[in-house]
């Protein structure tokens, strides 16, 4: 995300990149890329033993403990150093559900997408849940949601029953946290977040910024996000009447600073640039191809009708999600490029062929 970071006197500076945890990891390996994988047992709040949080790591052979097993499918090393690729993909054991990611620093000096895939199941019910987490100022918000959003949402004592409210109350939540964390520090970043959750057949999509995700529906390309950008006429009256002024400078842009009106973190703005969610619904039926979540370094250059036509054109999520940032680059974006592509296989055995011909060694 492109953004200036001055405020008068104030200058803020991107961090670099923290280290992993040097715990040791257990290894899973999937379509050639090497998965850590950890076991969370949590509890609701709700007449549940909430404070048993027990973490272990497993292999590929070990049977989940009820009731939650939480699989971060998702290689140690996520950011190259030296700009390449870095892309990987999983699919689910009932044959359903396969995603593939891809992430590129492109032309930007420093790396600031984050992006994570959670699978769970919960209350006898299979949980996904994918995030793309474009930071700006820095890396270091979008690199806390990461860290923190879905676990938090998970524990969310509603997030079961009424998974609109709960990821609505935990988006606000973790932006609070993030921004108390991080009180005494002379940062003040920000993070855009796109997620999608996925809860036995029903799909929500979240949306905090101008990041996007868009479905391919019996061969259409439908977005169920709406970029929150300052000129957006209810955002503009939204940050008007907060007090707030949007002007030009380059393009819209909240305070002149800021080209996004929602977004996680940016203390010196909190006033008027909000964490809350806009959240789409859908359900998961047999013309529901895929589903496609990226920071804007691929919108910026790439239609949406654009991003389904190439992603549809690769039965394997992870040459889909890299074709689309190779798409983005080559087209000329100027930032960060992360994509996410998840299909939906309602014929199994179409899915089986599909990802077998895409395994690597």
């Known amino acids: 995300m492109v953004c200036i970071i001055s ?46 949080i027990t973490k272990m790591m497993v292999d590929s052979s070990a049977t989940p403990e009820p009731p939650r097993s939480i699989i971060n499918v998702l290689p140690k090393k996520e950011h190259e150093d030296d700009g390449s690729y870095s892309s990987g993909g999983w699919k689910s054991e009932d044959g359903k559900l396969s995603y593939g990611y891809s992430s590129f620093r492109g032309r930007r000096a420093s790396m600031e997408d984050f992006y994570d895939v959670k699978i769970s199941k919960i209350d006898g019910q299979t949980v996904s849940l994918f995030g793309i987490f474009d930071g700006h100022g820095g890396s270091r918000a979008a690199e806390y949601l990461k860290e923190h959003l879905f676990e938090n949402l998970m524990m969310h004592p509603q997030f079961m029953t009424d998974t609109n409210l709960a990821i609505s109350e935990t988006c606000q939540q973790t932006d609070s946290d993030f921004l108390n964390a991080e009180r005494n520090t002379f940062r003040d970043d920000g993070s855009t977040a796109s997620a999608a959750v996925l809860v036995g057949n029903h799909l929500y999509v979240a949306n905090v910024g101008d990041s996007r995700a868009v479905i391919s529906k019996a061969g259409k390309a439908i977005p169920l996000s709406d970029d929150h950008k300052p000129n957006r006429s209810d955002e503009r009256k939204r940050i008007e009447n907060a007090g707030g002024v949007v002007l030009w400078a380059g393009t819209w842009r909240v305070g002149g600073i800021l080209a996004m009106s929602r977004a996680f973190g940016n203390r010196l703005l909190k006033q008027y640039v909000v964490a809350e969610p806009e959240i789409q619904e859908q359900d998961v039926n047999e013309e529901l191809e895929l589903l496609v979540l990226a920071s804007d370094g691929l919108w910026d250059v790439v239609p949406n009708e ?37 299909r939906f296989h309602h014929d199994k055995s179409d899915a089986d062929s599909s990802l077998t011909a895409g395994d690597k060694s």
């Open 7 to 52: 405020l008068r006197n104030f200058v803020v500076r991107a961090t670099n990149l923290r280290g992993f945890s040097n715990s040791r990891q257990g290894r899973l390996k999937i379509w050639g890329g090497d998965l850590d994988v950890k076991l969370e047992v949590n509890y609701h709040r709700n007449h549940r033993r909430f404070r048993a």
């Open 306 to 342: 654009d991003a389904v036509a190439l992603a549809r054109m690769e039965e394997q999520p992870e040459a889909a999600a890299r074709k689309l940032t190779e798409a983005a680059f080559s087209r000329g974006s100027a930032d960060n490029i992360t994509c996410i592509v998840v």
